[in-house]
């Protein structure tokens, strides 16, 4: 290599270097998140690859009364590494005992591993909660939208639990089910909820993917099950929650489309 080139090379790699420093103190110029150090209570196993992790926040009454709609997520800090969580607890829970909840699985390498690691008295910061949640003034009264159907694979049954503990009239309608996809009983969390949350009027239909030869529920799928049952005696007083894979909200949103309920009733949180 000649002297120019290499002179050309290193003045091009010093530029390149600057450039990205300057990229990045932008990045941290206009980062506007107010982060609140928080304390972990517990983290603690809820089903197998999945974690119960609680954050006290009661001295932080800015960031508990920021939560205010089932269905809204944050931004969790740890190591200058960050990662988005719904928030499982229901908004009163905040209120009452001065904590959020979570559900969370901990992938190989991700912030959610590095989180599920941590011990009691551990500080993670975190973010105000954002997004609307689950527009349940769409689907309302319950008089009028008498069917509402729920579906949630894996850890998208965060949420839906504070759906389904904050309350949306469940009991003034007619049919409200609850699909909920997992690998099998070992990976499905909150069963520990069920007999709660179906005396609020929420059937609850588990469908297994790799089930044991004696399971005698659904099997395969949640979009499956649900494309196999359907039942929609009313689409127009139909609503619809989904949380979870994106392959199992869009074939679920296609087939509830397809038979005419309104794509404005089916919420997400997302």
């Not at 909660?129 to 689907?139: E, K, L, P, S």
């Not at 049919?175 to 969390?189: C, E, I, K, Q, S």
Request: hydrophobic letters at 40%; glycine letters at 8%.
């Amino acid at each position: 290599m000649t002297v120019a080139k290499s002179t050309a090379l290193r003045h091009l790699s010093r530029l390149i270097l600057r450039r990205g420093l300057a990229v990045s103190a932008a990045a941290l110029r206009h980062d506007t998140t107010v982060w609140t150090p928080t304390p972990l209570v517990k983290v603690s196993p809820a089903a197998e690859s999945l974690f119960l992790v609680t954050v006290d926040v009661s001295r932080s009454p800015e960031l508990a009364a920021s939560y205010t709609s089932p269905g809204q997520y944050l931004h969790l800090r740890l190591r200058d590494r960050r990662t988005v969580l719904a928030i499982s607890s229901p908004p009163s829970i905040a209120a009452s005992s001065g904590v959020f909840e979570f559900l969370v699985k901990p992938i190989a390498g991700s912030t959610a591993e590095l989180l599920c690691e941590l011990r009691r008295g551990d500080v993670v910061e975190l973010s105000q909660a954002v997004g609307g949640g689950f527009d349940v003034d769409r689907i309302s009264p319950p008089e009028k939208y008498q069917t509402v159907l729920i579906f949630a694979t894996g850890s998208g049954i965060s949420p839906i639990r504070s759906l389904i503990e904050t309350g949306f009239g469940a009991d003034k309608r007619k049919d409200v089910r609850l699909y909920y996809g997992a690998t099998n009983l070992n990976r499905m969390a909150y069963q520990e909820r069920f007999q709660e949350w179906e005396s609020t009027g929420v059937n609850i239909v588990q469908v297994l993917s790799h089930a044991a030869p004696s399971w005698r529920g659904e099997r395969g799928f949640v979009q499956a099950a649900f494309a196999r049952a359907k039942r929609i005696l009313s689409p127009e007083s139909t609503g619809a929650v989904l949380c979870g894979y994106r392959k199992m909200a869009e074939e679920v949103t296609s087939i509830l489309v397809s038979v005419g309920v309104a794509s404005e009733k089916i919420l997400k949180n997302f």
